[in-house]
């Protein structure tokens, strides 16, 4: 839930004014997204999303989210497309904070995803891959490896009040993922964050995929690694291989995948979880007691690491060789 | 921010079918309304919004509730609209809680509002108690004064930390308000609850009035009394005689205020000032420390309570005797 800032009404039509949109009917602030405020904005025209970044996204990261959501959708991607004002910029100021409009997309997020919809996002995952190799900005990935370690120092005095042990198990990892990351794998713009309440669906398509502010340069075995970590676990732990295949299985349809990078996906995955499992940690950690908004729980990715972590060789991941 | 309870998608598209709007094509969780969880839904034909009732509101509550709006609705005023399912019934269950669709209305909520904004919200006011008088439902009004004395007796013992002395003078108050509540003057349906951001605006009409889980029958000119003190002050306390004016001007057009009605307002605007520090109060006290909504500050209503308090006759409001 996330509405951090209220737009007056005055300020808003001010605002839209700087578009060529139609005049504002509605604004309503929406549950979506952790780090901005987002707006359901209904013109005389159309419906928006109107999103105001809060400090947690740095500014100087914006014209690259911006820009991909513009590149991407050009190009026929089910993205959020920025709107442009009169005067040519998709980045405006409101309420002193820097703000955008992007069209609405329709469609609802699964919150029990199917087998069906593993196979839809590999292809779409695909997709946004191949449509973003002639973007030419670029964004370094700083949730990786050397993420990593500022976020264990940032957590392990305290590591262990979640998890007897878990201090260590993290430091272990690290400087295993320090010696042994893959560095050069096929790489170019890629997601990030392709967690479920990010990508919509309605009826048998997968109609949007949204919330680009993770998105960064790194490899794209890495992406379908955050989606096997967030689409195909059940919600008692259990690994669902079926899901994992439908992914991978649609995902190299569209795009080639290497034996290189089908041999480090055990690897890409157990980092995955650990960049999830830090996040969440360091969350937990620094939440006031007894927030309305419970962070989630760190040890749900700590299991997943130690699942990835136990892995003989991709095959798991239910691949045909 | 309301949104307590995640709606699967399997639950959303079967709860819809049973009504005859077309299929959902969007549901988005709205920060709107804190006692429910509100969602702006989509579908095919229209925008509605979907409420899923919380445990705060009593199921015993939602026939007068949802009977109130369509009552009102039926009548020309601008209100959410139930919608009803093919069974007719306008009142459902998802996700174990009880749910309703209502109509969706245009319109911004003033974050600043003007006396413009009074003056149409006194017209709108008097049109709605005008169209309540012959709905058959009846709901007693449990935040009066027995259910001061009630949240009085939950709050004593702390309430001096909220401000030195305040235990001593809401017991005053309230015993003021048993020996001297007006209990004759006309009543009807009201809404008690009439807050800015329960009343939308769009350009320069009133285009809905929300919010209808504190209706109940009362005195009239109560409802007039909150809107005096939700309305009519200003950001630094300060109380704005031309918007109180304006209100109770435009008021007095559509429904006819008897000098018994007038002569008690400054009571009961000091009685609704207490009501709300009460609620005010109970929920600063018992909020989990550093909880992410932050509770409203009781001693606002404090001040607005002192300063009805002092008021010798209700020529301070700007009425034209």
């Known amino acids: 839930m996330a509405v951090y800032t209220e737009v007056p009404d005055e300020e808003l039509e001010a605002f839209v004014a700087r578009y060529d949109i139609g005049r504002p009917v509605s604004c309503k602030g929406i549950a979506e997204g952790v780090e901005n405020s987002n707006f359901l904005l209904t013109t005389e025209r159309a419906s928006f999303i109107l999103t105001l970044y809060e400090k947690r996204v740095r500014r100087e990261d914006l014209p690259f989210f911006i820009g991909l959501m513009e590149h991407l959708a050009a190009r026929g991607i089910a993205c959020p497309t920025p709107v442009k004002a009169r005067d040519g910029e998709a980045l405006g100021e409101l309420c002193k904070r820097p703000a955008a409009i992007v069209t609405f997309l329709d469609g609802m997020w699964p919150r029990r995803p199917l087998a069906r919809h593993c196979q839809l996002l590999g292809t779409a995952l695909a997709q946004m891959h191949l449509a973003g190799t002639d973007y030419s900005l670029r964004r370094a990935n700083d949730l990786s490896v050397v993420g990593w370690r500022r976020l264990y120092e940032a957590t392990k005095d305290r590591a262990d009040e979640v998890s007897p042990g878990l201090a260590e198990e993290i430091r272990c990892e690290i400087e295993g993922f320090e010696a042994h990351w893959p560095k050069h794998l096929p790489a170019g713009v890629i997601h990030a964050d392709l967690f479920p309440d990010n990508v919509f669906f309605l009826g048998d398509r997968l109609s949007g995929i949204i919330d680009f502010y993770f998105a960064c340069n790194d490899a794209y075995a890495y992406d379908l690694a955050v989606c096997l970590n967030a689409w195909c676990f059940e919600t008692d732990g259990s690994f669902n291989v079926t899901k994992a295949r439908m ?22 995955a157990r980092g995955s979880a650990l960049r999830f499992l830090l996040t969440r940690l360091y969350d937990w950690l620094n939440h006031p007691p007894g927030a309305f908004v419970k962070p989630k729980d760190p040890r749900e ?16 991941y239910g691949l045909e060789p």
């Open 247 to 268: 992914l991978i299985a649609a995902y190299r349809k569209t795009r080639a995948v290497s034996k290189e990078e089908l041999d480090a996906l055990p690897m890409l």
């Open 301 to 316: 990715y700590l299991d997943k690491l130690r699942f990835h972590a136990g892995l003989r060789g991709p095959g798991a």
